[in-house]
T-cell receptor
Framework: GQQVMQIPQYQHVQEGEDFTTYCNSSTTLSNIQWYKQRPGGHPVFLIQLVKSGEVKKQKRLTFQFGEAKKNSSLHITATQTTDVGTYFCAGSGFQGAQKLVFGQGTRLTINP | GAGVSQSPSNKVTEKGKDVELRCDPISGHTALYWYRQSLGQGLEFLIYFQGNSAPDKSGLPSDRFSAERTGGSVSTLTIQRTQQEDSAVYLC?????????????FGEGSRLTVL
């Protein structure tokens, strides 16, 4: 089926350390989105990447879309306790469909 | 309203009963999604509505699940003869589709517990 694989499933870091989560699809995506879900909350949109090789930054967050449009990453520099939550990637364009399929998410916990 | 509204926020039902979950999307959003999230898990795609097109029902886990969207606005997800494995948070999201998949705005979810 249409799947977006995300690793790692869990990541625990010390405050101030960097964090990266990776997303892979077996098929080419038309675009990829990233969401953050705080504990007890609902997913909130972070960013959308559309172009091959695209890199976007939001303060300490850097998002990349691979050249083949099959993988993506989110990197957080110098984590802070406010970064705690689960980060999801979501891809669309499987077989031309517009539906958005989510990865399993990476749960980030931080030791202050 | 200002955001996506879902009701009920919590529903406890007995195995075998039918349940209806309602989603009121952001006005003007043409795309509407239903996802299911079990405790500590990811978002499982259920169904996608886009404008007047036929819905993408490819994620519905069984024929006990159905959804409709009336007038291009409010959507109802119905689960018939509920089973314990149906227990989860059901999330609705709407999106201002503009030629391609856009940002999803999620509701707070409906937590379903089947006893």
């Amino acid at each position: 089926g249409q799947q977006v694989m995300q690793i790692p499933q869990y990541q625990h870091v010390q405050e101030g350390e960097d964090f990266t989560t990776y997303c892979n699809s077996s098929t080419t995506l038309s675009n990829i989105q990233w969401y953050k879900q705080r504990p007890g909350g609902h997913p909130v949109f972070l960013i959308q990447l559309v172009k091959s090789g695209e890199v976007k930054k939001q303060k300490r967050l850097t998002f990349q879309f691979g050249e083949a449009k099959k993988n993506s990453s989110l990197h957080i520099t110098a984590t802070q306790t406010t970064d705690v939550g689960t980060y999801f990637c979501a891809g669309s364009g499987f077989q031309g469909a517009q539906k958005l399929v989510f990865g399993q998410g990476t749960r980030l916990t931080i030791n202050p | 309203g200002a955001g996506v509204s879902q009701s009920p926020s919590n529903k406890v039902t007995e195995k075998g009963k039918d349940v209806e979950l309602r989603c009121d999307p952001i006005s003007g959003h043409t795309a509407l999604y239903w996802y299911r999230q079990s405790l500590g898990q990811g978002l499982e795609f259920l169904i996608y509505f886009q404008g007047n097109s036929a819905p993408d029902k490819s994620g519905l886990p069984s024929d006990r699940f159905s959804a409709e969207r009336t007038g291009g606005s409010v959507s109802t997800l119905t689960i018939q003869r509920t089973q314990q494995e149906d227990s989860a948070v059901y999330l609705c999201a709407s999106s201002p589709y503009r030629g391609r998949t856009g940002e999803l705005f999620f509701g707070e979810g409906s937590r379903l517990t089947v006893l």
